[in-house]
């Protein structure tokens, strides 16, 4: 497995930045995520996680801002009990959107799936039912043409079960390792408030 990109809670998310918070919020986003881009390069894949702390209005200017960054995608804009506001957020922006870390079975999916407004689904075998649920949620996310990038950052022991699901999954398309504390380039960013590697 190699690091293909970076996934990134800026400060910006944990300090929960809304709709008439922040009025300067867009181009303290954009001053972060450029810095990464610029050290990363243009092959850096970069995952923007929202932690679902913005309003949809909010998530709407976040991700129209965004765009010029070339972000892999942002993740859960809005927390999934609102995933009905994605409908609107995926028609104002290019990025594709994740999400699905909090759901917790092939049912929490399939409307969002139906609906057909998020690009790339996250199940966490740690909460959606080990191995063999994520296994038949990535493989129904299939029959839509979904992406998956299981999410993973509870340890060493989710991430090895993960690994095991990760070998027998075709559609995976990353998923989501938290080691990367160690290295030096996060080391780099002080306003980056916790990274995590998108691996393949």
Known sequence: MAIRGLGLTPDWVLSGINAGGNLGADVHISGTVAAVREAGGPGLGIGIDF????????????AKELESYRPMFIEEPVLPQNNEALREI????????ATGERMFSRWDFKQLLIDGY???????LSHAGGITECKKIISMAEAFDVAAAPHCPLGPIALAASVQRDLVERRRWVSEAD?????????AFTTIKRMICLIT
Not at 118 to 124: G, M, T
Request: proline residues 6%.
């Open 90 to 97: 995926a028609r104002y922006t290019s990025i594709p959107i």
């Open 179 to 187: 080691y990367v504390e160690g290295l030096a380039f996060a080391q």
């Open 118 to 124: 998020v690009d790339i689904i996250q199940p966490d």
């Open 51 to 62: 932690h679902g702390r913005v309003h949809k209005t909010m998530a709407k200017v976040l």
